[in-house]
């Protein structure tokens, strides 16, 4: 069935450090891909999806590009801030369209200190 | 407009005991999901509902949890009896039929059976 494997943490940064979060998939036919943020005392939010090979989606200065070359969907950041800090859980759903069920990752904790 | 909401936000209860939790979607969101997280693992899908319908019910572990959605409207998660491995958090999560699968996610309600 439909995988995926990000890096296990935790993360622990410096302000302003260059961060790299890796996930790769494993799906059959062309799966959506999203990052989910969890800050603490929070529920999950959207960071930031595709949709299709070779997307780029960014939100809040993150960025992640589909590439269905080598599935995967690194979520990256220039320069990560102290209010950074949080969960980070790679998913996929099985369908470019329609509803279906969100596959994830076992999600990555980032502590940045200042 | 209100965001999705869980309740209660923690529960603890003792092995053998019942456990009612509650989810209110996105107003005029017809797609409500369940998934859980279980210490340390993957955030794993239970339940599909579209409107009052069950659409996908095979990530439900057992015949100890029983969901329902009255009305297409709020949902609750039932367990009867809870076990020590239902501890973890459970979250909620609404779509409209043409979100093209952006799930919009409750803060989540932390069970903890003793």
């Known amino acids: 069935g439909d995988s995926v494997t990000q890096m296990e943490g935790p993360v622990t940064l410096s302000e302003e450090a260059f961060l790299t979060i890796n996930c790769t998939y494993t799906?059959?036919?062309?799966?959506?891909l999203f990052w989910y943020v969890q800050y603490p005392g929070e529920g999950l939010q959207l960071l930031l999806k595709?949709?299709?090979?070779?997307d780029k989606g960014s939100n809040k200065g993150f960025e992640a590009t589909y590439r269905k070359e080598t599935t995967s969907f690194h979520l990256e950041k220039g320069s990560v801030q102290v209010s950074d800090s949080a969960v980070y859980f790679c998913a996929l759903s099985g369908t470019r369209s329609g509803n279906t069920p969100l596959v994830f990752g076992k999600g990555t904790r980032l502590s940045v200190i200042a | 407009e209100a965001g999705v909401t869980q309740f209660p936000s923690h529960s603890v209860i003792e092995k053998g005991q019942t456990v009612t939790l509650r989810c209110d979607p996105i107003?005029?969101?017809?797609?409500l999901y369940w998934y859980r997280r279980v210490m340390g693992k993957e955030i794993k899908f239970l339940l599909h509902f579209v409107k009052e319908s069950k659409q996908d019910e095979s990530g439900m572990p057992n015949n100890r949890f029983l969901a329902e959605r009255t009305g297409g409207t709020y949902s609750t998660l039932k367990v009867q009896p809870a076990e020590l491995e239902d501890s973890g958090v459970y979250f909620c999560a609404s779509s409209t039929g043409s979100s093209r699968n952006t799930q919009y996610f409750g803060p989540g309600t932390r069970l903890t059976v003793l």
């Open positions: 595709a949709t299709k090979a070779d």
């Open positions: 799906a059959t036919g062309y799966p959506s």
């Open positions: 107003s005029g969101h017809d797609n």
